[in-house]
């Protein structure tokens, strides 16, 4: 289902420098690509997602006759700009990564071909909509790699930097493997499950906590997880146990309870022990409160008694990564490959491809970021023709697909690579014509290959073992 879309949700530079580009005649075809630099420090891999969003944004977005009425009263704006927003139609292709797709630092992720001006222009919206959604999916996947076999949900809305963080951070993480989510909002939008217990509040709000039980539970029979800890936890667990034969002569049944603070290990021992004990070996114990992939691994390995695991804060902030280190470059213009060769952040120049090898059982063994005109290096291509003429090429993928598919990817990754603690073990490698190119292009605008400040691309100082083929691993 699409979202709302605002056209005027990008950055002033991009409207400057299109007016520049319209008073120089600059109208030939462009490339663009999006990749991330560097991957924080406990990634191993990335997932890609909002490429959807991105297609979507790039199919309908038009300047309304609104939008150009405020503009047109902005300083330094002129007709020429204002007219060609008015018919501004997205024109061009657009090769990605399919939703979920796993990738490394420095490969691209999606290729914008389109005149310069529309490229240009579009250059806020794709990042935003891919570094975001990539950045929750990849802490997501972390946490369903710490807990499998575990229920996990989404709680994250309350905490997210915003209402369409909050909805596109529940996309992004059942993407990556949760199994539902609290914002209601997401379960309308995107059709994830929906979960949900009670808060503290509704038994303070009663004399009793027995009583907060068994008013929630007739108001909400089909919905009965009840929070245990707003006083004593194994108490409360008591109480659910006396109320459970009243509520079955009801036909009403406790599905779980929750647990969101304390020594969530123990308490969990002793709830359980207390339901077991009460024949009540269906009803689920449910935790929250503050966890991550490292507490959700900590208490797998301790073996605790949950079925499942609420996780908001650290999953829709990405806590301990908040941001990507990515970037939407020029590689092409009118037929000519071009690149930033600044130090620290010189790109690869060219409209490139990413191919990944693997071994008999399917197992990833090697990307190799190659030139597209270039014969595949052997793998298959990553990138795929997703957009032409500024209309998909295939219908949109239902996020239950992209689901199946983010499992599929995680099933091929190398047990390494799996882990929660930091490896560089998967080899991406560039292409040997990639780096002569960047060589070439450097040698041309300083007059020398090694002249100070345009040095040549150095394709081996990267993450995960990026090398020039021919290089030793």
């Keep these: 289902m699409r979202t709302e879309l605002n056209a005027l949700s990008l950055d002033l530079y991009a409207l400057t420098m299109v007016q520049g580009y319209l008073a120089h005649d600059m109208h030939q075809t462009a490339v663009f690509e999006f990749f991330v630099r560097q991957q924080p420090r406990h ?180 919905r009965v997880v009840l929070i245990l800890d707003t006083d004593d936890t194994e108490a409360a667990a008591k109480k659910v146990v006396a109320l459970a034969p009243k509520l079955m002569k009801r036909d009403i049944t406790i599905r779980g309870v929750r647990i969101d603070s304390g020594d969530l290990a123990e308490h969990a021992r002793r709830v359980r022990s207390i339901l077991d004990e009460a024949g009540l070996m269906d009803i689920q114990v449910f935790a929250s409160g503050n966890l991550d992939e490292f507490a959700l691994q900590q208490l797998v390995s301790e073996s605790a008694a949950f079925d499942g695991f609420g996780v908001g804060t650290s999953l829709a902030t990405a806590l301990d990564a908040p941001a990507l280190n990515c970037a939407y470059k020029l590689q092409s213009y009118a037929g000519q490959p071009r690149r930033k060769s600044s130090e620290g952040k010189a790109t690869r120049p060219g409209a490139k491809q990413v191919h990944r090898a693997v071994d008999r059982n399917g197992c990833m063994t090697r990307d190799t970021v190659s030139l597209e005109s270039e014969a595949s290096p052997g793998g298959n291509p990553l990138l795929k023709h997703l957009m032409a003429g500024g209309e998909r090429t295939a219908s949109e993928i239902p996020l239950a697909l992209a689901r199946e598919y983010v499992a599929g990817q995680i099933d091929k990754l190398p047990p390494a690579l799996r882990s929660l603690d930091p490896t560089d073990l998967f080899p991406v490698t560039v292409s040997e014509s990639v780096t002569r190119l960047a060589a070439t292009l450097d040698a041309e605008r300083a007059g020398s290959a090694g002249s100070p400040g345009n040095r040549p691309f150095d394709a081996t100082n990267k993450q995960h073992r990026l090398k020039t083929s021919g290089e030793p691993a």
């Design 43 to 222: 990634r191993n891999f990335l997932l890609a997602a909002g490429v959807e969003q991105v297609l979507d944004d790039l199919a309908q977005m038009r300047i309304s006759s609104g939008e150009l009425e405020w503009l047109s009263r902005q300083d330094g704006l002129t007709q020429e700009l204002l007219n060609w927003l008015r018919g501004f139609r997205f024109t061009g292709e657009v090769h990605a990564m399919p939703e979920g797709t796993v990738f490394f630092a420095n490969e691209p992720v999606l290729r914008v071909t389109a005149p310069l001006p529309q490229a240009q222009l579009i250059e806020a919206r794709v990042i935003n909509r891919l570094q975001f959604q990539t950045m929750i999916a990849s802490k997501a996947v972390r946490c369903a790699l710490a807990a499998p076999g575990k229920q996990l949900v989404d709680y994250g809305l309350r905490r997210a930097h915003g209402l369409e963080a909050g909805l596109f951070a529940a996309r992004a993480s059942y993407l990556a493997g949760f199994h539902g989510t609290s914002n209601v909002q997401a379960g309308r939008q995107f059709g994830i499950p929906l979960y949900g217990t009670m808060a503290h509040a509704f038994v303070e709000a009663h004399d009793s906590e027995s009583e907060a039980f068994e008013h929630f539970a007739t108001a909400n029979p089909d």
